[in-house]
C-alpha cells in the first residue's frame, strides 16, 4: 500500500509559478513510475506529466511543455512539479499518481493522491 500526499497548491496571478510536492510512504517508491494528472471542472482526468522510476526519463503532455519540469528525489520518496508562466487555463485539482507499469493513463494507475487544487487568476 502507497499513500500518496500533496502540497504546494493555491492561488496564484497569470505568469506566475508554482511548485507542486508530491510526498509518499513505504520504502518502494522507486519502484513505481510517477505522474501527475489534472482535472478541471467538468473535464475529465488528463495526464499533464510522467518520470520514469530512476528519474531519467519525462513525458509531458503538450500544453505544458516547456513550462512544466517533473523531477523526483527517491531518497526522499517525493515527486514534484514545478509550474511556471501559468495561464488561467491551467487551473485544475491536481493529482500526483503512482504505478507499477507506464503511466499513460488513468486506467494504469495503482495509487491516487487526494489532490491539490491551483487556481490561476487572469
Known amino acids: 500500500q502507497v499513500q500518496l500526499l500533496e502540497r504546494g497548491g493555491g492561488l496564484v496571478q497569470a505568469g506566475g509559478s508554482l511548485r507542486l510536492s508530491c510526498a509518499a510512504s513505504?520504502?518502494?517508491?522507486?519502484?513505481?513510475?510517477m505522474g501527475w494528472f489534472r482535472q478541471a471542472p467538468g473535464k475529465e482526468r488528463e495526464l499533464v506529466a510522467t518520470?520514469?522510476?530512476?528519474?531519467?526519463?519525462?513525458y509531458y503532455t503538450d500544453s505544458v511543455k516547456g513550462r512544466f519540469t517533473i523531477s523526483r528525489d527517491n531518497a526522499k520518496n517525493t515527486v514534484y512539479l514545478q509550474m511556471n508562466n501559468l495561464p488561467p487555463e491551467d487551473t485544475a485539482v491536481y493529482y500526483c499518481?503512482?504505478?507499477?507499469?507506464?503511466?499513460?493513463?488513468?486506467?494504469?494507475?495503482?495509487?491516487w493522491g487526494q489532490g491539490t487544487q491551483v487556481t490561476v487568476s487572469s
Open positions: 513505504g520504502r518502494t517508491f522507486s519502484s513505481y513510475n
Open positions: 499518481a503512482a504505478s507499477v507499469s507506464v503511466l499513460i493513463h488513468t486506467s494504469s494507475v495503482n495509487y
Open positions: 518520470i520514469n522510476r530512476s528519474g531519467d526519463s519525462t
